[in-house]
């Protein structure tokens, strides 16, 4: 089972998160990660940068989607046995 430490995940004791909140927006936004708040600890919340939150919702959207993720493994299958359609192609039947 893969846990949250795996992902490089900064853990933050929630009573020293308290002192540095307004640091820790530039702070996780700079490599683009999420820090675990801990109580006695273990994790008790996560804290990322919006942009990040925003792209795991996505990510979550998308796999919730049956037709979606449907579209995605054909898609995948397609690359995997050559059917591709050179980007001149493309280009040219957009113009």
């Known amino acids: 089972m ?3 430490s795996e992902y490089g995940t900064e853990n933050i004791p929630i009573v020293k998160a308290r002192a540095m909140l307004s640091q820790l927006p530039e ?3 700079a490599e683009n990660r999420a820090a675990a708040l801990t109580r006695h600890g273990k ?3 996560a804290v990322m940068p919006w942009g ?3 792209t795991i919702m996505e ?3 998308i796999m919730g989607d049956v037709e979606m993720m449907a ?3 054909e898609s995948i299958e397609d690359v995997r046995e050559g059917n591709l359609v050179p980007l001149d192609q ?3 039947e957009l113009a």
């Open 90 to 92: 493309v280009k040219a």
């Open 27 to 29: 702070r996780l936004s």
């Open 71 to 73: 579209a995605l493994r």
């Open 2 to 4: 893969t846990t949250y």
């Open 43 to 45: 994790p008790v919340l």
């Open 52 to 54: 990040l939150y925003e």
């Open 59 to 61: 990510t979550m959207e």
